[in-house]
């Protein structure tokens, strides 16, 4: 398989390595002109440097059935929803480690979730596709062999590429694509599709699907497949490398305060002043453990004292924004003082994880209406909050929590810390582990900031 993927790859080897030495001309450039003291207007010696922007195919994993709906019983009396979810995961963490994909799971454990909002997962996220996996059922256990279903048209060559990859790995007997309108399928405005592994009514299939070598076997196969089908394509939410695609997605003039959609359930979390070593990872672990994604605004200067740990949030898949050097009241400084502050971090930030981010979060959230221009001149979006949590002073988790459920509104943005707070931020941690579940069976869903207001996560130049 090592093997199999260094060829497959061997045709970017030389693109790839240009980009880095065009990249480390840059940089050394950039370096040159500092040292030597013309660094008079930081905005005319920025790089460009839209190549290295690190879009993802998104997948949303959806593990079949669960909770009060068991799915279909096997062979050995197993129920389906458990299988389903183990190899859910297994897929899930193989696409995870994957720089090609991130992922959405609709469930991770034994719970209900409606067909539809399955299906709406994957179209609020802008996903590539959704898998939904499943093992087949037949009154007669000699009936075997794996097969996929489709529904709508943009689906139909996905379908056959895994149906391929997956019976062949697990080496079932091919059944082939097949089309019908199942719920998942039809609500779904992105290619979805529906992987039958295998029939775990008849006992000697069951068997090798339920094995650890099974399920790896598939999810190998899964991964494999999905990797072959998105070879050469575009992600679809990809905003910053299109011209057509950017000129629809307009950063506005304005200061943002929620997303304007009242109708669709989502809300941001976004976390301040990091990264620090003591509450960022503690923080990073709650979003991971219940699968969110969120948008931290990153102090310059920490994020040089802490560079692993940006690495660490950009690589599980959150968006990170620019929050100043030193976190300096902005309307005390000049014109220039503000670019040095913002362009100072926007370089180490482009340093430490390949892209610019298009966020700016002014500290104290404090601006004034020249600044603001100004900003929006280094194309810019300027991002304050809706519900301000005060966790930094202190505030008790209950009160957090309190905060949150009175000034919270579809579209909202909470404001919350990573560092510079009291008692390294207890009342945040704890409340954070309460507030995650109870938005969510508010029936709110995890957005980060770009998502939530529609504008690309990072400047193209
Ligand atoms: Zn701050």
């Not at 469930?107 to 709406?120: C, P």
Request: net charge negative.
């Amino acid at each position: 398989m090592v093997r199999y993927r260094v060829r497959k790859r061997g045709k970017y080897i030389n693109t790839a390595s240009a980009l880095v030495l065009l990249l480390l001309s840059i940089i050394m450039i950039v370096l040159v002109i500092r040292s030597v003291g013309s660094f008079t207007d930081p905005l005319a010696s920025v790089s460009k440097s839209n190549s290295a922007v690190p879009v993802k195919f998104r997948i949303v994993i959806d593990a079949g059935h669960g909770g009060k709906d068991p799915g279909a019983t096997g062979a050995s009396g197993a129920n389906e929803k458990d299988s389903n979810l183990s190899l859910a995961h297994r897929v899930n963490e193989l696409l995870r480690q994957d720089s090609m994909f991130e992922t959405k799971m609709t469930r991770t454990d034994d719970q209900f979730i409606e067909l539809e909002e399955r299906a709406e997962l994957a179209n609020e996220w802008k996903a590539d596709a959704i898998i939904s996996l499943h093992g087949n059922t037949y009154e007669d256990q000699e009936v075997s062999g794996t097969e996929t279903i489709y529904f709508k048209k943009n689906s139909l060559a996905l379908a056959q590429t895994l149906q391929k990859g997956v019976s062949k790995a697990l080496d079932t007997r091919d059944r082939g694509v097949k089309q019908d309108q199942y719920i998942i399928l039809s609500t779904a405005q992105v290619p979805a599709v529906i992987v039958e592994s295998g029939y775990i009514t008849n006992p000697k299939e069951e068997e090798m699907l339920l094995s650890d070598k099974g399920q790896e076997t598939a999810a190998n196969a899964i991964h494999e497949a999905l990797k072959k089908y998105f070879n050469g394509k575009q992600p679809s939410h990809q905003t910053v490398s299109s011209p057509d695609l950017q000129d629809q997605q307009k950063i506005e003039k304005t200061i943002y305060y929620n997303g304007s959609d009242k109708d669709e359930k989502q809300v941001a979390l976004t976390f301040d002043d990091g990264p620090d070593r003591i509450v960022t990872p503690k923080i990073l672990k709650i979003l991971k453990e219940h699968d969110v994604k969120a948008t931290f605004f990153l102090l310059g200067n920490k994020a040089e004292a802490n560079p692993d740990i940006v690495k660490l949030i950009a690589e599980d898949g959150h968006i990170i924004g620019n929050h100043s050097w030193s976190h300096p009241d902005f309307k005390n400084l000049s014109a220039v003082e503000m670019r040095q502050e913002i362009e100072d971090t926007q370089t180490l930030l482009e340093e430490i994880v390949g892209y610019r981010p298009t966020l700016f979060r002014p500290p104290y959230g404090s601006l004034g209406k020249e600044k603001l221009e100004q900003i929006h001149e280094m194309n810019l979006a300027v991002v304050n909050w809706s519900v301000d949590t005060t966790d930094w002073s202190g505030t008790p988790s209950e009160d957090i929590l309190e905060l949150v459920r009175q000034q919270l509104f579809p579209g909202g943005i909470i404001l919350q810390h990573t560092s510079n707070g009291k008692n390294q931020l207890a009342n945040t941690i704890e409340a954070l582990e309460k507030m995650i579940p109870e938005l969510k069976d508010k029936g709110y869903s995890y957005v980060t900031i770009p998502d939530l207001l529609q504008i690309p996560a990072f400047q193209s130049e």
